[in-house]
C-alpha cells in the first residue's frame, strides 16, 4: 500500500477573504464575494445572490467534531490551516495525506457562479483565474490548476477559455445547472466546445454549481445533496442526444463530486431509449450512449467503496477516479491512504486501483508522471 501511487482528481483550495475586494473592478467590489463576522461571532461568507454560510465547511477537512468546527468559525481566518490557502502549506499537507498531486478547484468560486449577473459572475471568475495562475505556479507538476468560466455570454466565455488555457491550467470548471431555459445541447456553445477541445483543456462539471443560484434552508439540505447525480444526468443527456460529441469528438467532460455508482443504471436506460424510444420522441439516432460515456465522460468520488465495484465491473475502471475533496468538509484528508484501502485495495484488483487513484487522472490531464 505504501508504494500505491495516487493522485487526488478533487481538491481545492481557499481563496484569501479579502480577494474579490481587492481584485474586482471597482464598480463589482460590493457585489462580489466577502466575509464577514455575524452577530454570533462567526465567520461568514456572502455576496450577490449568495446566501450567508460559515467557511467552515469549506476548511473543515480532519477537523471531527461540530464543536471544533464551530470554534474555528469564532476564531476566523487566524484559525485557517495554511494546507488549506498557501501554496508552499498544500505541499506540505499533500505529503502528509501520501498525495502525489492534487488538480485543484477554486472554493469560494463555486457560489460566486451562482451569482446571476452575468458580467459580474464572469469578473469574479477572471479574479479566480489570476489568483489559480499565481497559487499554481509554486510547483506545476503537484498543483494542478482548474479555472473556471460561465457561459452566458458565447464570445467572453471563448475569451476566457483561452486566456485559462494560456495561464497555465489543465482544466475549465462549467456550472452544471445553466440558467433557466438553456441547455449544454444548445448549438449555441458550440465555439465555447470549439475553444475547449482546440486549447486541450478538460472540462469539469462540479456538484454545487448553478447560474440560477443555490440558497438553500437548511431543511433544503438532504434534498439538494440527495439531487446531485440527477442534475449532471441532464447535462449528460442534453449533449448525446444533441449530437454535441459528435460535432467535438476531442470532448472531455469530468462530473465532479456527484458519485459514480448510479453510471451503469443510467447507462442501461440511455441506451434502452436510443434503441427502442427516439423516434416515438420524434429524435434523431445517435450512436449508443454508453458507448459516448465510456469515451468522453468521466466521474470522481471520494467514499461509496462496494458501489464503484460495480462500477468497474459493469463498465470498466478507465473513467473514474479518486479524489480527496481537500479541505472541505467531506473530505477524506489527512486519512486518504486509509480509505483507499478499506473502499478500494480490500475489495478490487491492483490494476483498477491504480487505474482510478493514479492512472487516470494521470492520461487525462497529460500530468508528468513520477515514481512514488
Not at 438553456?182 to 456553445?189: I, Q, V
Request: charged letters at 25%.
Amino acid at each position: 500500500m505504501g508504494q500505491l501511487s495516487i493522485v487526488s482528481a478533487d481538491s481545492h483550495f481557499l481563496e484569501p477573504a479579502t480577494l474579490w475586494q481587492e481584485r474586482l473592478d471597482k464598480r463589482f467590489r460590493d457585489r462580489g464575494p466577502q466575509c464577514y463576522t455575524d452577530d454570533d461571532g462567526l465567520v461568514m461568507i456572502t455576496g450577490e445572490d449568495m446566501q450567508p454560510q460559515s467557511i467552515t465547511g469549506w476548511c473543515a477537512a480532519g477537523r471531527g467534531g461540530v464543536e471544533e468546527r464551530v470554534e474555528l468559525d469564532r476564531m476566523g481566518w487566524d484559525a485557517v490551516p495554511d494546507e488549506c490557502w498557501s501554496p508552499e502549506g498544500r505541499i506540505k499537507g499533500q505529503d502528509r495525506d501520501g498525495m502525489m498531486a492534487e488538480i485543484l478547484y477554486t472554493s469560494f468560486g463555486m457560489i460566486a457562479m451562482n451569482i446571476k449577473d452575468s458580467d459580474l459572475a464572469m469578473a469574479c471568475m477572471r479574479v479566480f483565474n489570476d489568483y489559480a495562475a499565481e497559487f499554481i505556479s509554486y510547483d506545476k507538476k503537484r498543483l494542478i490548476g482548474v479555472g473556471a468560466c460561465v457561459t452566458d455570454d458565447v464570445p467572453a466565455a471563448v475569451r476566457e477559455i483561452e486566456r485559462i488555457a494560456k495561464l497555465g491550467m489543465k482544466g475549465v470548471m462549467l456550472p452544471v445547472v445553466l440558467k433557466e431555459g438553456e441547455s449544454y445541447g444548445d448549438t449555441r456553445l458550440d465555439p465555447v466546445w470549439s475553444a475547449i477541445v482546440e486549447t486541450g483543456l478538460v472540462v469539469s462539471m462540479h456538484a454545487g454549481t448553478s447560474r440560477q443560484g443555490i440558497n438553500p434552508k437548511p431543511a433544503d439540505w438532504p434534498q439538494l445533496y440527495a439531487g446531485v447525480h440527477y442534475l449532471i444526468q441532464r447535462v449528460l443527456t442534453d449533449m448525446i442526444f444533441t449530437g454535441v460529441f459528435d460535432r467535438f469528438p476531442g470532448l472531455r467532460i469530468v462530473s465532479v463530486e456527484n458519485d459514480v455508482s448510479w453510471l451503469p443504471h443510467y447507462a442501461y436506460r440511455m441506451d434502452h431509449f436510443a434503441e427502442h424510444l427516439f423516434a416515438h420522441a420524434k429524435l434523431d439516432k445517435v450512436r449508443k450512449p454508453s458507448d459516448l460515456i465510456r469515451k468522453h465522460f468521466f466521474s470522481t468520488f471520494q467514499f461509496e467503496g462496494p458501489g464503484i465495484d460495480t462500477v468497474r465491473k459493469l463498465m470498466g475502471s478507465e473513467a473514474i477516479m479518486w479524489g480527496n475533496d481537500f479541505p472541505h468538509l467531506d473530505s477524506t484528508w489527512p486519512n486518504s491512504r486509509t480509505v483507499i484501502k478499506d473502499t478500494l485495495t480490500d475489495i478490487m484488483p491492483a490494476a483498477d486501483v491504480d487505474n482510478i487513484v493514479y492512472n487516470n487522472v494521470v492520461k487525462l490531464y497529460g500530468l508528468e508522471q513520477r515514481a512514488a
